[in-house]
C-alpha cells in the first residue's frame, strides 16, 4: 500500500505509463491515467485515506463455447480493456464504505452480517456482502474497507460487468485481507456463488473465470469444482483482425427466466439420461433417444442438447486454430458457432418477439459486410444487447461505420485484448 504522495507519482511514471499501455492499448493509455488519478484523489479525499491499494478486475468476451460452462463443458474467451476499478484502504471493523461513480449515494454495509437480503438483490452491496459470505465459508479472513470505485465495462454489453465487479470485490479482500495468495479459480467460485446466491442472478463459471484469470483462456468445466484452464497465446491484431462487439438494442433486465431456461432444458435432457449435465452425452446416444427426449422435455430442449455437443467440442477446436495460427478455420468455426446459437440454441431473439429483432439484424449485416474475410455470432448470453465480430483490420473504420449508421453512434466498441487478470495495479 502507498500513501497519496507515492501513489500518484509511481501511477505517473514511465514504468505505469508502460503497464497501462499493455492493459488498454497504447492509444487510451493517457485518458486511463487520468482516470485512475481521478480515482485516487477522490478516495483519499472523501475517506482520508493513510495509504491506498489499487485494484482492477476486466471484463470478459466469449469467443466460443455459447452457454456451455453451466453444463459442464469447454469455453475460450478472454479479458479485455474495459475494467472495473478500485482505491481502497482496510478498515478497523468490518464495515464497508465505498462511493462508484454513477451511483449517488456510496454503498455502506456491515460484513458481521452474511446473510442474503432480499431487498439487496440485483445491486451491487448484495455482490459486495455475497463475496465476503463465500470468503468466509472457505475460512478466509475477510474485513471491511473504505475508498472509491468506477467501472468502464457497460451493463447489458455481454462483457460481464457483474462478474468483473465480483472480481474486483473478491480481489480487495483478497489482496487487504489474505495477502493476495487466493488463486484464480477459487475467486472465480467466490463470484459465482454470490451472484447466484445473493445477487439473485443464474450464471455458469465462465464469465468470473474469464475476468479472474486474463489473456485467452481455453476453460473446460468437465470437473466443475476444479476447472481446468490454459492461456493461448495469440495476437488478433497481428493476425490482421479486430474484435468488435456491436450493441444492438434491447436489455437483459427482464430475461432471467430466458437465461434461465437454457440450462434448465439442457439438464432436463441430461435427467433423461441418468446425468447431471450434458457434458458425457454424446451425439449418438442423444439421436437414438430422440423420441424420449421430445415428448418428456420438448423439441427446443433437444436441439438445445444438439446444440451443447457440437458447441463444446468446437470450443476446443477454436483454442486448436488460434494456437497453430490457422485464421481462416477460426473464422470458418466462428461462423458455424454462431449459426448454432441461432438455430439450436435459440438466443438471438426473445421467443415471440416479431418486431424486435435487433441481434438477428446486427449478425446478418455484419455477415453481408464481411463475407468470408470475418465473421460475426451472438455474443454472451443473447436474447439482446451485443454481438461479436472478427474484423479484417483495413475493414476495421468502413465496418465500424458501417454499423454505427445502423445502431447509433457509439454502438461498436473495438476490444483490446487485456493479458491479466483482476489484480494489484502494480505501480
Keep these: 500500500m502507498n500513501d497519496r504522495e507515492t501513489l500518484l507519482k509511481h501511477l505517473r511514471s514511465h514504468e505505469s505509463s508502460q503497464l497501462l499501455a499493455s492493459m488498454y492499448g497504447p492509444e487510451r493509455a493517457k485518458d486511463q491515467l487520468v482516470r485512475w488519478e481521478r480515482l485516487a484523489t477522490a478516495a483519499f479525499d472523501e475517506f482520508g485515506l493513510k495509504a491506498a491499494e489499487l485494484i482492477s478486475s ?23 480493456h474495459l475494467d ?24 455502506i454495509l456491515d460484513l458481521s452480517d452474511l446473510k442474503p437480503r432480499e431487498e439487496e438483490k440485483g445491486t451491487p452491496i448484495a455482490l459486495i456482502r455475497g463475496v465476503a459470505s463465500a470468503l468466509a465459508k472457505r475460512d478466509r479472513v475477510i474485513g471491511g474497507f473504505k475508498g472509491c470505485m468506477s467501472s468502464s465495462v457497460p451493463m ?17 479482500q483478497n489482496i487487504l485481507y489474505n495477502q493476495g495468495i487466493i488463486e484464480p479459480v477459487e475467486l472465480a467460485a467466490v463470484g459465482k456463488e454470490a451472484e447466484n446466491l445473493h445477487f439473485g442472478k443464474p450464471c455458469g463459471l465462465m464469465d468470473q ?9 481455453a476453460i473446460d468445466f468437465g470437473k466443475p469444482l476444479r476447472p481446468r484452464f490454459s492461456k493461448v497465446d495469440f495476437d488478433f491484431a497481428k493476425a490482421g483482425l479486430a474484435v468488435v462487439v456491436v450493441h444492438a438494442g434491447g436489455d437483459h433486465a427482464d430475461l432471467t427466466d430466458d437465461y434461465a431456461a437454457i440450462p434448465g432444458e439442457m439438464k432436463a435432457v441430461a435427467d433423461l439420461f441418468g446425468q447431471p449435465t450434458l457434458r458425457r452425452m454424446s451425439m449418438e446416444k442423444l439421436l437414438r433417444r430422440t423420441s424420449d427426449v421430445r415428448k418428456t422435455a420438448g423439441d427446443r430442449a433437444l436441439l438445445r442438447a444438439v446444440h451443447f455437443i457440437r458447441e463444446n467440442s468446437r470450443a476446443a477446436d477454436l483454442a486448436e486454430a488460434l494456437e497453430a495460427g490457422k485464421v481462416k478455420k477460426f473464422l470458418k468455426l466462428i461462423r458455424k458457432s454462431g449459426d448454432s446459437s441461432w438455430r439450436l440454441l435459440q438466443n438471438v431473439t426473445v421467443p ?4 424486435d429483432q435487433s441481434l438477428a439484424v446486427a449478425i446478418e449485416l455484419s455477415t453481408e459486410f464481411l463475407g468470408k474475410n470475418g465473421a460475426a455470432r451472438v455474443h454472451g448470453g443473447g436474447f439482446a444487447g451485443t ?21 447509433g453512434i457509439g454502438a461498436s466498441t473495438v476490444l483490446h485484448i487485456r493479458s491479466t487478470g483482476a489484480g494489484r495495479l502494480e505501480v
Aim: net charge negative.
Design 58 to 80: 476486466p471484463g470478459r468476451t466469449e469467443i466460443g463455447g455459447n452457454h456451455t460452462d453451466h453444463n459442464d463443458g469447454r469455453v475460450l474467451c478472454a479479458s479485455v
Design 84 to 107: 472495473s476499478i478500485a482505491c481502497v484502504e482496510a478498515a478497523d471493523d468490518l464495515s464497508v464504505q465505498l462511493r462508484s461513480d454513477g451511483w449517488e449515494k456510496p454503498f
Design 156 to 172: 447489458g454489453s455481454g462483457l460481464s460487468s457483474s462478474a468483473s465487479v465480483e472480481m474486483l470485490f473478491a480481489q480487495i
Design 209 to 217: 473465470m474469464a475476468c479472474a484469470i486474463g489473456g485467452i483462456s
Design 352 to 355: 415471440g418477439a416479431i418486431k
Design 387 to 407: 454481438i461479436q465480430a472478427f474484423v479484417p483490420l483495413d475493414k476495421l473504420e468502413e465496418y465500424v461505420g458501417f454499423m454505427d449508421d445502423r445502431f
